[in-house]
């Protein structure tokens, strides 16, 4: 099932693989994933898990809030947001991201 949040997530991996001339291919093994399941994020079918989405910002340079909002955010950087976050709460803070990337539609 396609989620419009997570095509839109999708797109902004794909242009940022653009930028940084990889394929499918790279991308997945870069992120430690099959090739196939990166697929299915880039098309908007599976989502991404917060864990997933830290090892984009870390191999890749995509900031967390850009990924999931499309929105730059300014002042303290999300990445300590998500590494100050605790392991059992990331189903948390996964749920209250995908809440707060609704206001901006």
């Known amino acids: 099932m396609r ?3 997570y095509v839109e997530i999708g797109e902004r991996l ?3 693989c653009k930028k940084m001339g990889l394929t499918q291919e790279q991308t997945a093994e870069l992120l430690g994933i099959s090739t196939t399941y990166y697929g299915e994020i880039e098309r908007g079918v599976r989502k ?3 864990q997933r989405v ?6 890749m340079g995509l900031e967390p809030t ?3 909002t499309g929105e730059k955010l300014t ?3 999300v990445s300590e947001i998500f590494r100050d976050c605790p392991r059992e709460k990331e189903a948390v803070l996964d749920q209250l991201l995908q809440y707060l990337s609704l206001l901006y539609k």
Do not use: H, P
């Not at 830290?54 to 191999?59: G, M, N, R, S």
């Open 3 to 5: 989620n419009d949040l």
């Open 14 to 16: 794909r242009l940022q």
């Open 48 to 50: 991404i898990s917060v």
């Open 54 to 59: 830290l090892t984009v910002y870390e191999k």
């Open 66 to 68: 850009y990924l999931i």
């Open 75 to 77: 002042g303290r950087r």
